[in-house]
């Protein structure tokens, strides 16, 4: 089973830039596509930018487009999400989650129901 730990959160300014780490353990973790979602206060939790398993495939949310870039390194069991140009409205928990099944080339990660181990969650604030 795959088990996922989020860092890299934290309080930038707005214009600046984070870069979220979501460390896996677990054998099938290079075999999943993956997904970055944030969750802000009283709103529902979104899918911000997924990647394929192979990383040849990569869906981002319209309100992060061209700010935002996702990668994977299966080698370090690691995906991550580069955050820059950030907004006050960027302001939410960022979790990472694994797709169900193996080896799928889907990236769009608007169905959250098709994700079923997900991190903890790393806060991450914006300044304006």
């Known amino acids: 089973q795959v088990q996922l730990v989020e860092s890299g959160g934290g309080l930038v300014q707005a214009g600046g830039s984070l870069r979220l780490s979501c460390a896996a353990s677990?054998?099938?973790?290079?075999?999943?596509?993956m997904g970055w979602f944030r969750q802000a206060p009283g709103k529902e939790r979104e899918c911000v930018a997924g990647i394929s398993w192979s990383g040849g495939y990569t869906y981002y949310a319209d309100s992060v487009k061209g700010r935002f870039t996702i990668s994977r390194d299966n080698a370090k069991n690691t995906v991550y999400l580069q955050m820059n140009s950030l907004k006050p409205e960027d302001t939410a928990v960022y979790y990472c989650a694994a797709r169900k099944g193996s080896f799928s080339t889907t990236s769009d990660c608007t169905r959250l129901r098709e994700y079923d181990v997900w991190g903890q969650g790393t806060q991450v604030t914006v300044s304006s």
């Open positions: 677990g054998r099938t973790f290079s075999s999943r596509a």
